[in-house]
């Protein structure tokens, strides 16, 4: 793996091999005022190796990803981050569990996005970044740790449940929906399922310290499925989130959310973009800004 700063004359070599798409990038670390940030930015042919002060981990042409973690992995920081787009590619089956004192290990019926694929690719099951360990023409296995059991809903699964799949996302490849890491925030439970036209409007309830990360017409990935927020009232302290999303007929179809019914428990992993804005801005607002903003909020979700 080499390190190319993108203020370094050996740019333009870069910016070639990005428009053949023979090289997968990660942008390493963003540093604006001080403040770290570790982010992905599309698409990457363009401005992007224009920026100062940003320094890029250029894959060969075979990794063909953006990096690599699942949740609680030791190792996710050597291996970098991928990159998922929130566009489903297909809803797996699975064919076996088997608990360990560590963790546990699933099997998982696939056709799309075991062709093809490689010992230790990433794959997204129900929008968490899992790593594979053994795969044949029609399955594939992955572990998760029991970091990775807590904090999502990978516990309550059982064997010929449903699973939205997504392979970690190319250089070369559409960003359909928006940036998604894998990683869950929370776990939200359906409260409310509306018919509106030919669409269902489906209401979710979550912690309400989360609101922070969501806005009127923002991103949020919900079992690994990119979605717009439709609405996102500001809670009054102590209270939980209420946010609602529209899915058509396609989506419903191509998903496991056509079984979703009132009480149903999906993983929730808000946009990384919010989280860094938010994390980057609160030590500078005091609670009045905080109002402000939280008024203005509910002001564009109302209209």
């Known amino acids: ?69 699942q949740q609680g992995d ?49 794959i997204s099951v129900d929008g968490i970044c899992l790593t594979v360990v053994s795969f044949d023409s029609d399955s594939f296995s992955v572990e998760a740790v029991l970091e990775t059991m807590r904090r999502t809903k990978l516990g309550e699964k059982k064997v010929a449940d449903g699973v939205n799949l997504e392979r970690a996302v190319t250089l070369n490849d559409r960003l359909g929906g928006h940036l998604v890491t894998g990683h869950i925030d929370a776990i939200a439970a359906v409260s409310k399922i509306e018919e509106d036209g030919f669409s269902k409007l489906i209401t979710f309830e979550l912690p309400g310290q989360l609101a922070p990360y969501f806005v009127p017409k923002g991103s949020v990935a919900v079992d690994g499925v990119s979605l717009t927020v439709v609405d996102c009232p500001v809670p009054k302290e102590g209270e939980s989130l209420h946010f609602s999303v ?15 019914k009132p009480g149903s428990k999906v993983n929730i992993e808000t946009d990384v973009i919010a989280r860094y804005v938010a994390r980057w801005l609160e030590p500078h607002l005091d609670e009045k800004l905080k109002k402000v903003a939280a008024k203005i909020s509910s002001g564009a979700s109302n209209g």
Request: glycine share 10%; aromatic share 6%; with cysteine.
């Open 74 to 122: 030791a190792n996710c920081s050597k291996r970098g981050i991928f990159v998922f787009s929130g566009i489903v590619e297909e809803v797996g089956q699975i064919k076996e569990i088997t608990q360990t004192s560590d963790g546990c290990r699933l099997t998982i019926a696939a056709k799309k996005v075991v062709n093809p694929v490689n010992l230790g690719d990433s």
């Open 246 to 260: 529209a899915l058509i007929p396609h989506t419903l179809d191509a998903t496991t959310f056509k079984s979703l």
């Open 1 to 69: 793996m080499s390190l190319i700063s993108a203020t370094e004359p050996g740019v333009q070599g870069l910016k070639d091999r990005l428009r053949e798409g023979r090289t997968c990038v990660r942008l390493s670390v963003l540093n604006i005022r001080g403040a770290n940030l570790h982010m992905v930015f599309f698409p990457l042919r363009r401005a992007l190796v224009t920026l100062r002060h940003i320094r890029l981990y250029v894959k060969g042409p075979r990794d063909g990803q953006f990096g690599s973690c």
